[in-house]
C-alpha cells in the first residue's frame, strides 16, 4: 500500500511535460533576393538586398550595406489559394501605397507575384507590358 500511495505521489509530483514551441510562420525570416523579373524583363538581381518579415507584421527591405531602404508592415492570408501578402509600405513616416501580391514557399524559397495598382495576380508569371513584378527569394542561412 505505501508502494502504491508513494508511486502515486510521484506521478502527481512529476513535472507537466513541456509545451511545444511555437514556430514562426514560414514566411518569417530574413530573404535574399535572387532573381527580378518586372513586366515580362528579367532585372538583375540587386546585390544582397535583404527583406525582412517579422513575426510582429513588420516588414523591412535593407541593402548590401544593411541600411533599412523601406519599412513597413505585411499581413498574410495563407487560407486563400494561392496565398495573399498584402504590404503597406512607409516612406518618411507617412503611409504608402499597399502592394497587393500572392505568394509561396518551397523549403528555402519564397516566390512572390505582386501587381501595381488595385489588383492582386492570379499566378506566378510577369507578362510583357503587364504591371506585375515576379520575385524569387531564398531564406538567408546565419
Given amino acids: 500500500m505505501n508502494a502504491l500511495i508513494l508511486g502515486l505521489a510521484l506521478v502527481v509530483a512529476a513535472p507537466a511535460p513541456k509545451e511545444a514551441a511555437k514556430k514562426d510562420p514560414p514566411h518569417v525570416g530574413d530573404w535574399t533576393v535572387e532573381s527580378v523579373i518586372a513586366g515580362g524583363q528579367i532585372l538583375p538581381a540587386p546585390p544582397m538586398m535583404i527583406i525582412r ?3 510582429d507584421g513588420k516588414f523591412e527591405r535593407k541593402g548590401p550595406d544593411g541600411q533599412l531602404v523601406i519599412g513597413g508592415t505585411f499581413t498574410v492570408d495563407a487560407k486563400q489559394s494561392p496565398a495573399h501578402l498584402d504590404v503597406k509600405h512607409q516612406e518618411d513616416q507617412q503611409a504608402g501605397p499597399t502592394s497587393k501580391a ?3 514557399i518551397d523549403g528555402d524559397t519564397l516566390t512572390i507575384c505582386s501587381a501595381q495598382g488595385d489588383g492582386r495576380p492570379t499566378a506566378f508569371e510577369s507578362t510583357a507590358g503587364s504591371a ?7 531564406r538567408k542561412k546565419d
Fill in 53 to 55: 518579415f517579422g513575426a
Fill in 102 to 104: 500572392i505568394f509561396k
Fill in 132 to 138: 506585375t513584378v515576379l520575385m524569387v527569394l531564398k
